[in-house]
C-alpha cells in the first residue's frame, strides 16, 4: 500500500473539522490538493484553517511535475521550496534532463542557486544550518553547467540569490 499524506480543514462558518487522506500524486501538488468542496456541516465553504503532509521529492513526482506547465508544488517561492540538501541529486538530475520542460529547468536552476546562496555563510556568523560544504559542492556542479545559464531563464533567480551567487560562479553581476 502506498504511503498516505494527511490534510485538514476547519470551518470559519460552524466551527466543523474535517480530515482526509491523499495519494502522492495528489498531496505534491497545489492544484491537485485543493479541497473545494462544500463544508458537509453547514454547506458553505469559508475555511479557517486549513494543513497538508507535502510529501518528499522523488524522481516520480519530479518527472510528472517537469512535464506538465500547470503543475506546481507551490505557487510562491517554488525555487525556496525545492532548495533542500535531500534534493541536490534529483535537482541535478532535472536541471540536465531534457525530457522537462524549459520552465522547469529553469526552476530547478534558480533552486539550485538557492542552496547556494543559503549555505553561503554571511561574515564570522556561526550558524549551524549554513554549511558551506554544502554551498561548495553544488557551486562545483554549477560550473560544470555554465551553459545552462545562457541556456535556460535565469528570470526565475531573485536578484538578492545573483548577487551572492553570480560572484561565487564567475558570471559578471553586470550580466544580470
Ligand atoms: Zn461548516
Known amino acids: 500500500m502506498s504511503e498516505k ?3 485538514y480543514r476547519t470551518c470559519k462558518n ?24 462544500m ?4 454547506g458553505v465553504k469559508n475555511v479557517e484553517r486549513a494543513g497538508w503532509a507535502i510529501p518528499d521529492l522523488d524522481s516520480e513526482l519530479l518527472r510528472v511535475w ?9 505557487q510562491q517561492d517554488e ?3 525545492l532548495a533542500e540538501e535531500d534534493n541536490i541529486e534529483l535537482l541535478l538530475n532535472g536541471v540536465d534532463s531534457k525530457e522537462l520542460l524549459h520552465s522547469k529547468r529553469s526552476t530547478l536552476l534558480a533552486a539550485l542557486c538557492v542552496l547556494v546562496y543559503d549555505h553561503t555563510p554571511e561574515g564570522d556568523e556561526e550558524d549551524p544550518d549554513v554549511k558551506p560544504e554544502i554551498s561548495a559542492k553544488v557551486t ?16 526565475y533567480i531573485s536578484e538578492y540569490i545573483k548577487e551572492v551567487v553570480y560572484p561565487r560562479l564567475g558570471i559578471p553581476l553586470a550580466n544580470m
Request: aromatic share 12%; glycine share 4%.
Open 5 to 7: 499524506y494527511w490534510q
Open 79 to 81: 525555487d525556496i521550496l
Open 39 to 42: 463544508c458537509p456541516n453547514c
Open 66 to 74: 517537469g512535464k506538465d506547465e500547470s503543475l506546481q508544488f507551490d
Open 14 to 37: 460552524c466551527g466543523f473539522e474535517e480530515q482526509r487522506e491523499n495519494e502522492k500524486l495528489v498531496a505534491a501538488f497545489e492544484s491537485t490538493r485543493k479541497w473545494e468542496s
Open 140 to 155: 562545483a556542479e554549477l560550473k560544470d553547467r555554465m551553459h545552462l545559464f545562457n541556456e535556460l531563464d535565469t528570470v
